[in-house]
């Protein structure tokens, strides 16, 4: 079984960062997503344990990186330049499938954790 945990969340000004973690293991594939109070969950960024391969979504493409760790078990979201719209939970989500088909799809993810908050004030 994954059993993802993040952590990393707080408070920040515009334009400050923040580096949440989330550590889990057996996945194949980890994503971040994100929730703002009354707001869908979306996708922010994913990556494949075996190839390192990234995606992002649009809104934070050049701000945001994601990464594996060397142990294959840690995957660290940047947040850089932030933006009081990127405020919300940010959730780690993993799959322990094979092959994925949209790697910014909720539904692609069978394990999550609790999340983490992120407020970034103006």
């Known amino acids: 079984q994954v059993q993802p945990r993040e952590s990393g969340g707080g408070s920040v000004q515009a334009g400050g960062s923040l580096r949440l973690s989330c550590v889990g293991s057996?996945?194949?594939?980890m994503a971040w997503f994100r929730q703002a109070p009354g707001k869908e969950r979306t996708g922010v960024a994913s990556?494949?344990?075996?190839?390192?391969?990234?995606h992002y979504a649009d809104s934070v493409k050049g701000r945001f990186t994601i990464r594996r760790d060397s142990d294959e078990n840690t995957v660290y979201l940047e947040l850089n330049s932030l933006k009081p719209e990127d405020s919300g939970m940010y959730y780690c989500?993993?799959?322990?499938?094979?092959?994925?088909?949209?790697?910014?799809?909720?539904?692609?993810?069978?394990?999550w954790g609790q999340g983490t908050q992120v407020t970034v004030s103006s």
């Open positions: 989500a993993a799959r322990n499938k094979l092959f994925i088909g949209y790697w910014l799809s909720a539904g692609e993810y069978s394990d």
């Open positions: 057996g996945w194949s594939y």
């Open positions: 990556t494949a344990r075996r190839s390192g391969e990234t």
